[in-house]
């Protein structure tokens, strides 16, 4: 029983020491609990010297860029896309499993608490002694000070990760109401082109009825009759491939809207939106925040900014406190009648490691920079593609007002050359010329008009929007 005392009086001897220990860390965390980390404001006034884009619109275009274009066609197949598209539903579950890390990492400012009980029984293999029991319970208590601020770096890098997360599954989602938006028009177009092809075939076939009754009062030769025959089967030729073309695009839109090809693929109604007014396209100090990719290479280099702090705070000590309360009894109904606590403090100074951390200081700083150079790519490419994108709107609309132009002179060649055949003014080469030209340019005029609508699509893109931010995950 005296030693007992004597381990049990030392124990609390030193406990006294422990504790003014634990008072004096304590103030010292509370006093670096007042520093807190701040990211680099990272200048755009030299990537975004121009005050704004070379043309803009007067109309503010929806959030939902694509309600732009007024199909409740095109809204319904969004509306499925956003809420089935695989791609989307794997970028969520990307954003939960970084949201659960970043919980993971805020639960290292807490102190760890640990409940342990335990029961025995032992007995001497031979001999009469009675069998004795051992019961023990105890609670542990460890907490690590946060001094140079490494473990708050770590929580505000995991926060930063998690914002990042969030802006790529944004971006997907605007990528992905691109993508169908330009699936719908292609398959807007197979449909416009094979319902022009099928009409054109019946105008070849009425050419042909024209030109072997002309034959067989003489007035046609052979050769012309060969020559339309030819034509019609030209014509015929184009269809199988079109055919293939929307069937193929279907696949596609069955894809992006979570189905299996082939299965419950909407059909579409042949016939394109009418262009909208061209919208605002603001300045492109704008593009940081409503383009989420963007976004996203800036909270990454945030998070790597935090990396840097954390690796350099790994160059000083480490303090960690623990504390515990045990006890034993060979009666359980005494178990908590004889408590043992003891306090620690324990200190962890990197004395040599072979310049390991400062490497890793290092490889954190290249990554900062690797990560401001990214930002500023992102930044620079935003600019271009509104300014391509405007460019190619201008010269695609100019060259669809010359190919309805031409489209209206050939069909005005086409009845002329008619005429002058029939009457017997011109030969059958005339007409089958113009007739083929008429042909092409009502191909080119269908393919013209889609390109432009299609660069719109790029142009609401390349602006960016705020509509991701309200997405949630019933939504999926």
């Keep these: 029983m005296m030693l007992t005392d004597r381990l049990k009086g030392s124990v609390m001897l030193s406990n006294r020491k422990l504790i003014r220990m634990f008072v004096f860390s304590t103030l010292m965390v ?23 884009f070379s043309e803009s619109g007067s109309i503010k275009s929806p959030d939902r860029w694509w309600q732009s274009f007024d199909s409740s066609e095109l809204d319904d197949l969004i509306a499925e896309a956003l809420s089935n598209n695989l791609d989307l539903q794997q970028a969520w579950s990307r954003l939960a499993q970084v ?25 001497r293999v031979s001999g009469d002694s009675p069998a004795v029991d051992n019961y023990r319970a105890s609670l542990d208590l ?28 944004e971006a997907t989602a605007l990528t992905l109401s691109g993508q169908v938006a330009r699936i719908w028009l292609n398959l807007t177009e197979q449909q416009l082109m094979q319902k022009l092809v099928e009409e054109q075939i019946q105008v070849s076939r009425d050419y042909l009825k024209l030109v072997e009754k002309r034959f067989a009062l003489g007035s046609a030769t052979a050769t ?27 696949n596609q839109m069955a894809l992006l809207l979570g189905k299996a090809p082939g299965k419950d693929t909407p059909e579409l109604v042949a016939a394109f939106p009418t262009l909208p007014e061209l919208p605002q396209t603001g300045i492109p100090a704008d593009l940081l925040r409503r ?7 800036e909270y990454r280099l945030f998070s790597s900014e935090m990396g840097l702090i954390a690796a350099r705070a790994d160059l000083y000590p480490r303090i960690s406190l623990s504390a515990s309360l045990s006890s034993s ?44 150079q990214e930002w500023k790519k992102a930044v620079l490419t935003s600019i271009l593609e509104v300014e391509d994108a405007l460019v190619i709107e201008q010269t695609q609309s100019q060259t669809l007002t010359g190919i309805r132009q031409q489209v209206e002179l050939a069909e005005r060649t086409l009845s002329r ?32 008009e889609k390109d432009l609508l299609a660069n719109r699509v790029s142009l609401y893109l390349a602006l960016g929007g705020n509509w991701t931010e309200t997405m949630t995950l019933t939504q999926r």
């Design 30 to 52: 509370g006093t670096m609990a007042c520093v807190t980390h701040k990211t680099t404001q990272h200048s755009h006034k030299e990537l975004t010297q121009v005050e704004s």
């Design 99 to 123: 949201e659960a890390l970043h919980r993971k990492v805020k639960s290292s400012r807490l102190p760890g608490v640990d409940l342990g009980v335990s029961g025995s029984n032992s007995d």
């Design 142 to 169: 460890s907490y690590q000070l946060d001094l140079w601020g490494k473990i708050r770096a770590h929580v505000d890098q995991g926060f930063y990760d998690l914002q990042a997360s969030r802006k790529d599954m």
């Design 224 to 250: 012309e009759v060969l020559q339309q025959r030819l034509e019609l089967q030209s014509s015929q030729n184009k269809l199988p491939a079109i055919e293939g073309a929307i069937a193929q695009l279907k």
């Design 291 to 297: 383009r989420p990719d963007i976004r996203a290479t």
């Design 329 to 372: 009894s060979t009666k359980f109904s005494d178990l908590l009648d004889n408590w043992l606590r003891n306090l620690a403090v324990n200190l962890m100074a990197p004395l040599f490691d072979g310049g390991k951390r400062r490497a890793e200081v290092d490889r954190n700083r290249a990554l900062v920079d690797q990560r401001l």
């Design 417 to 448: 050359a008619r005429k002058s055949y029939i009457n017997g003014l011109s030969s059958y080469l005339t007409v089958l010329t113009s007739l083929q030209a008429l042909q092409n340019l009502q191909q080119s005029e269908i393919k013209a």
